[in-house]
C-alpha cells in the first residue's frame, strides 16, 4: 500500500469505529460474550461454596487489600494535583485536585468511567476557580500522560526482568519479549530527556499549555505506578496464591481485565472485569477465585464509594444548613459538580443491590420466621416488587445525572417502598440498610436537583441502554450462576412455595426484562427535535414594539417567538424554547430597568425549567446584567449603522448606488413606499416576487432573528417597492422603523429573477436617501457574522474559532464580502454579542440558534 493512501484508510477506519452500529456492537458484543465466559467457567461452582470461602477470608489478607486499596487512590489523587501545579500553578489550593480525583474515581468506579468524562466534569469543579476549557484538558491530558508512562515503564521493567511473563499470555520468543522491554524503557528515558531539553509544551491549533519538567514527569509516572499497582494488588493478595503464575502474566491479564470493562459500558465493568480475570487466570471451577472477585468488589469498588458518598453528603448537608467554614466551603465549591454524578450511582447501586439480592437464595432461618408473620402470596409480590423497583431505579439513574427533580422524587419514593420491600420479603437487614442509607443521602442532596424537562424519565441515550442492558445480563447471570445445581422445566414458572427461589428469581427476571425492553423501545421510538414555538402576538408587545427607538424591535413580530411581558407591561423579551435553551432575540424591548428585570426573570424561569438561559445577537447596553447572571459574553459580530443626517450618495465609494439609482430612473422605474394600512392591496404581487425569489434561491424561509415572508407579518411594515416602466413590483423591501425618527432598517430585500441588474441597488439606494429626507438620524445595516473578532494567539478560544471562520469561511458565506460592502457607507461599527453559558455549551447554543434561523444543517447549506 503506498504511503499517500495511508491517511485515507486511516481516515476511514476511524469514521467506521465512529459508526453508531460500530460503537453499540462494540459493548454488546464484549457484554454479550463476558456472559457466556463466566457461565461456562463457573458452571460447576456452588453459591454455598464461595460463601464458604468468603466466611475463610484472612483478616490479614484483607487488611493487605485495603492499604493496597488506599495506595491505588492515593496515586489517583495526585495525577490532578501535579497535573494542576504544572498548568495552573496557584490558581487553585491543592486540596481542590487531591478531592477532585479520589472522589471522582471512586463515584465513577460504580456506575461506570464512561459517564465520568475526565475533562466534562473536571471542567465544572475547575472553572469554578477561573480555569479556562484549555487549562483543564490539559491538566487531563497531563494527568492521562502519568498513568501512560507508569504502564510504559512498568510494563518495561517486567518485561525485561522476567522476560518469560508476557509469552504465558502472548505466544513470542523470549528475546522479543526482552527486546520490547528494553525498547519500552528506553522510550521512557527519551521522553524524560526530552522534557530536560528544555520548557516544553503542548500545542494544538494555536493554544499550547505547559508540558511537566522531568521531575514533576517522574512524580506523575510514580503516581501513576502507585496507582495501577495498588488497584493490582489488591486483587492479587485476596487470590489463591496458586492461581498466579507470575507478576508479569497476572499485571497483563489485569490490565486487559480494566480495559475490556471500561468498553463494554458496564457499571464498573461488572461481568466483563470477572470473565477476563476468570479466563486469563484459566480460573474455571474455582469457588476460591469468585470469592477473590466478590471482595475485590467490596474493597476496591464499593468501599471508596461509600467513603466518597459519606463525605459529599456530609459536606452538601452543612452546605444547607449552616455557614460553611473556609475548608467545609472549599470542599463543596469543589464536590458540588460530582453531586449528580454521586446521585445516579447511589440509585444504580441501590437497584444493583435489589436485584443481586432478589436473585440469591433467601436464607432458610428468615424465611422461617417471615411465615409466621405473612402468608406466602404477601412474601411473593414482594419479591416480585423488589426486583422491578430494582430494574426502576437503575433506569432512574439517568435522570438523576440529568438533576430531573421527577427523578429524584420518584426515586426517594422507590428506595422507601424499597426499604419496606426488602423486609417483607426476606428480613435482609443488610439490603434495608442500604435502602436507607441511599434515602438519606439523596435526601441531604435535594438542593442539587431543579431541573423540570417534560421528556420522558424512561427515555435513555445509547450509552445508558448499552450499560444498563451489559449490567442486567450481568445481574442474569448472577441468578444463574446461584441456580446452576436447579434443573429447569416449564413448571418453575407457575410454582409458589416457600422454598421455589429459583421459580420467584425467574419471574422477577422476566418482569425485569419486560420493563428494560418497554425502556429501550420508548427511548427508540421517542424524539424531540427542537421546534418553533409560536404565541399569539399581545398588543402589549406590538405598543412596546412601536415606541422602541431601535428598529431591530420589529423583528419580535415574526410571529414565533415567546414573550415574557413585566408587570408593569413597560418592557418584553421575545425569546423562543428550543427544549434544551431559552434564547432570548436581543436585548429587552421597552423601559431599562424593566428590561434588567426581565433579564433576571426569564434566568429564573430557565433555572425552574431546567434550561440554560441564552441572550442572543445583543448590544452592549445590557452587557452588567448579563455578567452578574454568570454568563459568558462571546462577541459574535458586528453591526453597521450609516448617519443620515445629510446623507448623500456623493463620493468614489457610492459609485455604484449612484449609477443604478439613475439607470432606474433614466429607464423609467419608479420608488415608493407603500403604507401598512394599504399594504393588502399588493400582497399578491409581493407573495408573487417572493416565491419567485426563494425558486432562484433553492432555500427556505428563515426565522427567529429573521423574518420569513407570510401575509400577517406583511402587515405590520410600511414596505418600500422599486415598479418597472410597466408598474409592475420588480423589488421590495418591508421598513422596520424605530420611534422618534431615530433609527430606519429593512429585513426582507427580494426581487424578480429577470428584473435588471441595477434593481435591487437602486431600491437600495433610494431607501437611504428617503430616510435621510424622512429626517431619520440612523439606517441599520444589520450585522456582519464575526466580523471584529480578533484572531489573535493570546485570544480566548471562541476568538480563535470566529477569527478564523471570518477568515476562512468564504467557501460557506461571504463573510468579508459583507463587511466591505457596508463598509462603503462608512458606517459606525458596534459589537453584537452573544451571552451564554460558558465552555463546551457554546457551540451547542450556536447549532441550537443555527436550528432556529434555519432549520439545522440542511437549512443552513440550502
Known amino acids: 500500500m503506498p504511503m499517500s493512501s495511508l491517511p485515507t484508510v486511516l481516515s476511514r477506519g476511524l469514521k467506521v469505529i465512529e459508526h453508531p452500529v460500530v460503537k453499540t456492537a462494540i459493548p454488546v458484543l464484549i457484554g454479550a460474550l463476558a456472559v457466556f465466559v463466566l457461565h461456562r467457567m463457573a458452571s460447576h461452582v456452588a453459591w454455598p461454596d464461595v460463601k464458604a470461602d468468603l466466611a475463610t477470608a484472612r483478616p490479614a489478607l484483607l487488611l493487605a487489600a485495603l492499604a493496597c486499596t488506599l495506595a491505588s487512590f492515593a496515586g489517583i489523587s495526585l495525577y490532578d494535583l501535579i497535573a494542576a501545579r504544572v498548568v495552573a500553578s496557584g490558581k487553585m489550593p491543592a486540596l481542590v485536585p487531591v478531592v477532585t480525583g479520589a472522589a471522582g474515581y471512586a463515584i465513577s468506579g460504580l456506575l461506570g468511567v464512561s459517564y465520568l468524562t475526565g475533562t466534562a466534569v473536571r471542567y465544572r469543579v475547575y472553572s469554578a476557580f477561573g480555569l479556562d476549557l484549555v487549562s483543564v484538558t490539559g491538566i487531563v491530558a497531563i494527568a492521562w500522560s502519568g498513568f501512560a508512562s507508569a504502564l510504559i515503564l512498568g510494563f518495561g521493567v517486567l518485561l525485561t526482568v522476567h522476560p518469560t511473563g508476557l509469552s504465558a499470555v502472548i505466544d513470542i520468543a523470549p528475546a522479543l519479549e526482552t527486546a520490547l522491554g528494553a525498547a519500552m524503557l528506553v522510550g521512557w528515558g527519551g521522553y524524560m530527556l526530552w522534557l530536560a531539553s528544555g520548557q516544553r509544551r503542548l500545542t494544538s491549533r494555536g493554544h499550547s499549555v505547559p508540558l511537566p519538567r522531568p521531575a514533576e514527569a517522574a512524580s506523575l509516572t510514580w503516581a501513576g505506578l502507585l496507582d495501577v499497582s495498588g488497584a493490582a494488588l489488591t486483587l492479587y493478595v485476596l487470590l489463591p496464591p496458586d492461581i498466579v503464575p507470575n507478576v508479569p502474566f497476572f499485571a497483563t491479564v489485569f490490565i486487559a481485565a480494566v480495559w475490556l470493562g471500561i468498553l463494554s459500558h458496564a457499571p464498573g465493568g461488572l461481568g466483563v472485569f470477572e470473565a477476563t480475570i476468570i479466563a486469563g487466570l484459566g480460573a474455571s471451577g474455582r469457588p476460591d477465585v469468585l470469592a477473590s472477585l466478590l471482595l475485590y468488589r467490596l474493597i476496591y469498588t464499593l468501599l471508596p464509594f461509600a467513603v466518597a458518598a459519606l463525605g459529599l453528603a456530609i459536606v452538601a448537608a452543612r452546605a444547607s444548613r449552616v455557614r460553611l467554614r473556609a475548608t467545609s466551603g472549599l470542599l463543596w465549591r469543589a464536590l458540588k459538580p460530582l453531586v449528580p454524578l454521586l446521585a445516579a450511582a447511589l440509585a444504580m447501586f441501590a437497584g444493583i443491590v435489589l436485584l443481586v439480592s432478589g436473585n440469591l437464595p433467601g436464607e432458610g432461618t428468615r424465611l422461617e420466621l417471615l411465615r409466621e408473620i405473612f402468608p406466602l402470596g404477601v412474601v411473593e409480590a414482594s419479591h416480585l416488587a423488589g426486583s422491578l423497583i430494582g430494574t426502576l431505579l437503575i433506569v432512574l439513574a439517568a435522570g438523576l445525572y440529568r438533576k430531573l427533580y421527577r427523578a429524584w422524587l420518584l426515586a426517594t419514593a422507590l428506595l422507601a417502598v424499597g426499604f419496606v420491600f426488602s423486609l ?321 432598517s429593512m429585513d426582507l430585500m427580494r426581487y424578480r429573477p429577470d428584473a435588471p441588474h441595477f434593481a435591487m441597488d437602486a431600491l437600495f439606494g433610494e431607501l437611504l436617501l428617503w430616510g435621510s429626507e424622512s429626517g431619520y438620524h440612523w439606517f441599520s445595516l444589520g450585522a456582519a457574522p464575526f466580523a471584529g473578532v480578533e484572531n489573535r494567539e493570546l485570544a480566548p478560544l471562541w476568538n480563535r474559532i470566529g477569527g478564523f471562520i471570518y477568515e476562512h469561511g468564504e467557501h460557506f458565506y461571504h463573510f468579508e464580502g459583507l463587511r466591505a460592502f457596508k463598509e462603503k457607507f462608512d458606517p459606525v461599527w458596534s459589537p453584537n454579542y452573544l451571552a451564554c453559558p460558558g465552555g463546551l455549551a457554546a457551540p451547542q447554543i450556536l447549532y441550537e440558534v443555527n436550528v432556529l434561523v434555519s432549520g439545522g444543517l440542511r437549512g443552513l447549506m440550502t
Open 424 to 744: 417483607m420479603r426476606g428480613l435482609d437487614l443488610v439490603e434495608a440498610g442500604v435502602m436507607a442509607a441511599t434515602l438519606v443521602t439523596l435526601g441531604l442532596l435535594r438542593p442539587a436537583f431543579y431541573r423540570a424537562e417534560e421528556i420522558s424519565l424512561f427515555r435513555l441515550d445509547r450509552r445508558w441502554i448499552l450499560s444498563i442492558l451489559v449490567l442486567s445480563a450481568a445481574i442474569f447471570w448472577i441468578g444463574l450462576f446461584a441456580y446452576d445445581h436447579v434443573a429447569y422445566r416449564n413448571a418453575l414458572w407457575w410454582q409458589f412455595s416457600w422454598n421455589g427461589d429459583a421459580s420467584r428469581f425467574l419471574r422477577a427476571s422476566l418482569v425485569g426484562a419486560i420493563v428494560l425492553a418497554a425502556v429501550l423501545v420508548n427511548s427508540l421510538i421517542s424524539h424531540r427535535p427542537a421546534q418553533r414555538h409560536a404565541q399569539a402576538i399581545p398588543e402589549v408587545v406590538r405598543r412596546l414594539v412601536a415606541e422602541s427607538d431601535t428598529a431591530e424591535a420589529n423583528i419580535a413580530l415574526t410571529g414565533d417567538k415567546l414573550f415574557l411581558v413585566s408587570e408593569d407591561e413597560t418592557a418584553v423579551i421575545a425569546y423562543a424554547d428550543t427544549g434544551k435553551s431559552l434564547i432570548a432575540n436581543g436585548d429587552p424591548i421597552g423601559d431599562p430597568k424593566a428590561g434588567q428585570a426581565l433579564i433576571w426573570a426569564l434566568r429564573e424561569q430557565a433555572y425552574r425549567a431546567g434550561k440554560r438561559v441564552v441572550f442572543y445577537s445583543v448590544s452592549p447596553a445590557f452587557l452588567p446584567a448579563y455578567l452578574d447572571l454568570g454568563l459568558s459574553v462571546l462577541k459574535i459580530g458586528e453591526v453597521a449603522r450609516v448617519d443620515l443626517r445629510g446623507f448623500t450618495l456623493d463620493g468614489s465609494k457610492r459609485k455604484g448606488l449612484r449609477q443604478s439609482r439613475n439607470r432606474a430612473a433614466r429607464d423609467g422605474f419608479g420608488f415608493a413606499v407603500i403604507p401598512a394600512a394599504e399594504i393588502d392591496t399588493v400582497l399578491p404581487e409581493l407573495r408573487e416576487v417572493s416565491d419567485a425569489w426563494l425558486a432562484q434561491k433553492q432555500g427556505e424561509e428563515k426565522g427567529f432573528s429573521l423574518g420569513a415572508f407570510s401575509d400577517a407579518y406583511l402587515r405590520n411594515f410600511d414596505t418600500a417597492v422599486l415598479r418597472d416602466p410597466e408598474g409592475r413590483i420588480v423589488a421590495f423591501a418591508n421598513l422596520f422603523r424605530g420611534a422618534n425618527l431615530q433609527e430606519l
